[in-house]
């Protein structure tokens, strides 16, 4: 199986390896969960890899959110199948640096399954949805905003804890203050660093009511979106384990706390002139047609997709009053209440806010999603209800479609979705419910800490 990659791009790859006396390189992907999975190459096959592909074994996309389970139910974990490899096109514009390579600053590359396996690859289906707005003529624009919450605990003492025994790191709080403690520095500004020296810069970061960390990324365009946030994820849980303690991203990790969300900011160019495409100095707020049907897109076709937003047993902890998360299918201007902030007074920072992700969503799937449903509301000139005025948590009457606020109503939703299945194919919707269905399963057979203290002595 053969692509034709830019030339010059792949030209520009093997110069940087050769300059830099590299004998390997890491060359990865993003499973579902937004984990990223990579091996070490030779520089040798460096060429051959971004030409001709790379191998991996395919069933590594059957791997349950923890990594040390597969999920039996998968298609690709099917003996049948005889865990062959799936063959990953590495994306030479992906190429950065790679701070964290014992002995100087290695290589990394990012691709995508191009085979059959292609069906499952979560940055495959956000290229796919991209390369539509491509023939719209439409460029994206965006980045993420994700909430984490360290934990003073490694994977060693969090065995056989309950939540509430959770050691919190205490230097992230209170909210919106400096962070003073000299460990909790140390930790922030390696993260900046690599995170700088890997290009994905962090717009701001701030501590969020109680003990969260929110970290913004700077927008990019593209497939790029995407890469950025689960690099970001990735690395800062990687750094916390080198400093001893665990950064955790986990949706509702406490049941007196905060969870932790993530915000996609998603703004529209046209792609010849540049033209913010989501300003409009005459419409009201700024807001342009576009912009409006896009959110009118987003409040249609979101219900079906949310499993693609909140992809875990754990993600329906958030949907709680009190919790600062949305609870209703509502948009508004500037109004962080709502499910769909808007702003746009401005043309360059004219964008819709998504804001019913966890911290444990995928990114690329995320985005996906994200950009479906506001592709199919500028396709139908979709027009939304009047935008929320004060609190979008009490409403005598929640707009409609409902959001599906559970775990097994959001399945039963995705399943049963037209649009899931014509945006993602049939292959992956029924793979992607089968693995929920065995979080439901595995959760089902599961004693709690809860269970034991109600009746350990009942009957």
């Not at 059957?62 to 597969?70: F, I």
């Amino acid at each position: 199986m053969t692509w034709a990659p830019d030339a010059a791009q792949v030209a520009a790859v093997l110069h940087r390896a050769e300059e830099r006396g590299l004998s390997h390189v890491h060359l990865g992907m993003f499973d579902g969960h937004g984990h990223l999975i990579a091996k070490r190459y030779h520089v040798a096959n460096l060429e051959k890899s971004m030409t001709e592909g790379a191998h991996l074994v395919a069933a590594i996309l059957a791997a349950a959110p923890s990594g040390t389970d597969m999920v039996a139910s998968h298609p690709l974990a099917d003996p049948a199948r005889q865990f062959g490899d799936g063959v990953l096109r590495m994306d030479p514009a992906s190429c950065r640096d790679f701070p964290l390579e014992p002995g100087g600053p290695g290589l990394l590359l990012i691709g995508e399954f191009v085979d059959a396996t292609r069906a499952y690859c979560s940055r495959g289906q956000l290229s796919t949805e991209l390369a539509r707005w491509d023939e719209l003529g439409l460029e994206v624009v965006g980045a993420l905003e994700m909430e984490s919450v360290a934990l003073d605990e490694t994977a060693a003492s969090l065995a056989g804890k309950s939540a509430e025994a959770l050691r919190l790191r205490r230097g992230y709080a209170p909210p919106y203050q400096l962070v003073g403690d000299p460990a909790e520095l140390a930790y922030l500004d390696e993260l900046n660093r690599v995170c700088e020296a890997m290009d994905v810069p962090l717009e701001c970061q701030h501590t969020e009511f109680m003990y969260l960390l929110e970290s913004s990324l700077r927008p990019t365009t593209g497939v790029r979106i995407a890469d950025n946030a689960a690099l970001y994820k990735n690395v800062a849980k990687l750094l916390a384990r080198r400093h001893g303690f665990m950064m955790s991203f986990m949706a509702r990790w406490h049941p007196q706390h905060q969870g932790c969300g993530a915000h996609f900011n998603v703004s529209l160019r046209d792609r010849d002139s540049g033209r913010p495409v989501f300003h409009d100095p005459d419409g009201r707020h700024g807001v342009s047609d576009e912009l409006r049907w896009f959110v009118g897109g987003l409040q249609a076709y979101l219900p079906e997709l949310m499993l693609l937003l909140a992809p875990n047993l754990n993600s329906y902890r958030r949907f709680a009053p009190g919790l600062f998360t949305p609870l209703n299918n509502t948009w508004g201007i500037d109004n962080k209440t709502v499910a769909h902030r808007v702003l746009a007074d401005a043309p360059a920072s004219a964008r819709v806010e998504m804001r019913l992700a966890g911290a444990d969503v995928s990114p690329h799937l995320g985005l996906t999603a994200v950009l479906a449903a506001g592709r199919l509301g500028l396709a139908e000139r979709r027009e939304p209800p009047a935008p929320v005025s004060g609190s979008g948590w009490h409403l005598e009457a929640a707009p409609e479609p409902a959001l599906p606020l559970t775990f097994e109503a959001a399945i039963e939703a995705f399943e049963g979705s037209r649009i899931a299945r014509d945006v993602l194919g049939e292959s992956f919707v029924e793979a992607f419910v089968s693995d929920r269905r065995w979080q439901l399963e595995r959760f089902q057979q599961t004693v709690t800490d809860w269970e034991l203290r109600m009746f350990a002595e009942g009957g």
